[in-house]
């Protein structure tokens, strides 16, 4: 009898050891929210986001990081499922037009991230927006997560952002003028409490109804953003054209500023209660966002610039997205990838970090991003496919997509229209070489068209492909090891009348420092011996050989080491 108290002992110690050993995970997902929204991403943004900053400086920031859809729905079912939502055919959001057709629910089939980590001995939270099916079956507590708070079918906060709210899964309903962010930030941290001597690890997922419209905020918020908006010099537009719909190009809404704050606070909640609880040390924390920021057609939110359009666009501002990932013990603080992620990335990246064998017929279009985070391989994708084929309120026409390489390639449903961008130097997306580059053009093209037959997507009624096109096979992700990484550099620019200086700390290594225009033209290469210097100092004079001066606006100083190519916007005034 004492023997076998001893082994149950043993056993209990054991199964303790390795549920330590084991991490938890917190997932952050925001609704809505733009790539340039955040600091990490945009030092100059309107907004205050210290929080999402914070974790940044304490992780590694994706700067190529991608929702998998330009639309809610899609990306939330491929975060959880690890597929393309051409794959499955859920593409549009739950509620969104049809033409064609698309599936309306999460599918019971699947094994989502939760099950799979429920099956390995996870415990499983979620709080905040689900919109994956209308019928309950298909709500988050039938989809492997033990709790479920805020998760139905509606799309955006049933009730509006202040209580009481009328969502049938928020108990209570909450009391008048409780603020649904921090109502959220409350359900967290107390399961994060009830979890402190609890020996088994645990997802916390968390999705935002933050910052979908209809924007509400403080009245307090409100009136210190407007002020802040007030104070700022805007020269030249404020509004643009993309197609034929409007497009904004400056950050000033005082509500959504407003919003963004509330967010990145209850943010910050959670990472201090992690901390406070002792968990920070083996808790992997994710942020990330399930489209652009919305900016067109009038439904003005916010402005993605450099990046162009918004929600509901396969160009940059509607799929590049904040991505960010803390290891702790693994990830560099303050560290930056240049490596493509996708939102299927997140499932396969999980498990392996679990030690959890993966699931690749499950996620089929996930890659795990643990190599990168470990300094393993430069990437794991040689291409992504963005497959949006309905309308949408922003003003976009049916559209599909292809990133290879630098190049991405766009082909609008609708026309046949083609577009062909070098993301290197021209990530606003202003510079079509798709006549430029016709052979290019026809290889993209033909490797997307032989995607569009292996996933068998669907498109709208009438739609022909461009005939004549050559079906091509998808390049392979080279598996190269990284060079010792770069520490982060710091970029400093100083603006003079007609001159502006570049300080550029902590990058060794430079082979090349060019300043190309948004729409990718070389306006000045530096040829200074500067490769073994720690500090870079060098001068743009802005009047060209003829007196005249250059022009204001976006442009792109790249600079190109052995390991990789660093690019940063910055404003010539």
Partial sequence: MC????????????????SQARPNFVFILVDDLGWADVSPNNPQTFYETPNIQKLADEGTVFSQGYAS???????????????????????????????????????????????????????TFFAGKWHLGKEEKYWPENQGFDINIGGWSGGGPSGGYFGPFTNPRLPNNGPDGEHLPYRLGDECISYLESKKNSAKPFLLYLAFYSVHTRLATTPELELKYQAKADSLKVEGPTEGKVHNASWMLVQRNPIYAGMIESMDKNVGRILDKLKELGMDTNTVVFFTSDNGGLATNGRFSTSNLPLKAGKGWIYEGGIRVPYIIKWPGVTKPGSTSDALAVSMDYYPTIL????????????VDGRSLVPVLRNEQSNVHSTLYFHYPHKHGSGHKPSSGIRVGDYKLINFLNNNDVKLYNLAVDIGETNDLASQKPALRDSLLGILQKW??????????????????KLQVEPSVSTKSMVKPIPKAQFNFQHDADQITFNIKHLSGAQSITIYSMNGTKIKEFTNSFKKSDLISLSWNRLDTKGNLTPSGLYVLQVKTSAQAISKIFMVH
């Fill in 452 to 469: 569009w037959i292996d996933a068998d997507v669907r498109f709208p009624d009438g739609y022909q492909k461009i005939p004549g096109i």
């Fill in 352 to 363: 392996e970090m679990a030690g959890i064998p993966l699931k690749p017929k499950q996620h």
């Fill in 69 to 123: 859809s330009p639309v809610c729905s899609p990306t939330r079912a491929s975060i959880l499922c690890g597929k393309n939502p051409g794959l499955n055919n859920l593409t549009q959001f739950i509620g969104g037009s049809t033409n064609p057709e698309y599936l309306k629910y999460l599918p019971l089939t699947d094994t989502t991230l939760a099950e799979a980590l429920k099956e390995n001995g996870y415990d």
């Fill in 3 to 18: 023997k076998l108290i001893k082994l149950l002992s043993l056993l209990i110690f054991l199964s303790w050891i390795i």
